[in-house]
């Protein structure tokens, strides 16, 4: 089972940018569906961006289309996040997760794998 880390992350000011970035280790992530969550506090953990598996299709979420970039590099088994124009509502911790499917799943129940998460901040 393939095993995910976030690093990146941290306080930034609104309309920054910054990147997110997701090593997988110990699976075949090129056979993983790869995805962003988010969770602000006090709300329910919510799927903003995924990339299939060979990297040619994405979903966004309203909220973060066209401001948020996902892309995915399966020879070296990483995963990245480039957030632009990143506003206080962006602030939430950020969860890497990956789900064994052809498909992108937008059910947070199809993500089985999941990173630690990373902390952004976003002060106006």
């Known amino acids: 089972q393939v095993r995910l880390a976030e690093s990146g992350g941290g306080l930034v000011q609104a309309g920054d940018s910054t990147n997110l970035y997701c090593a997988a280790s110990d699976g075949p992530f090129r056979q993983y569906v790869m995805a962003w969550f988010r969770q602000a506090p006090g709300k329910e953990r919510e799927l903003i961006a995924a990339i299939n598996r060979p990297g040619s299709k994405t979903y966004y979420t309203d909220s973060v289309r066209g401001r948020f970039t996902i892309s995915r590099d399966n020879a070296r088994s990483t995963g990245t996040l480039q957030m632009n124009n990143l506003k206080p509502e962006d602030t939430a911790v950020y969860y890497c997760?990956?789900?064994?499917?052809?498909?992108?799943?937008?059910?947070?129940?199809?993500?089985?794998?999941w990173g630690q998460g990373t902390q952004v901040t976003v002060s106006s």
């Open positions: 997760a990956a789900s064994y499917s052809v498909v992108i799943p937008t059910d947070i129940g199809q993500y089985n794998r």
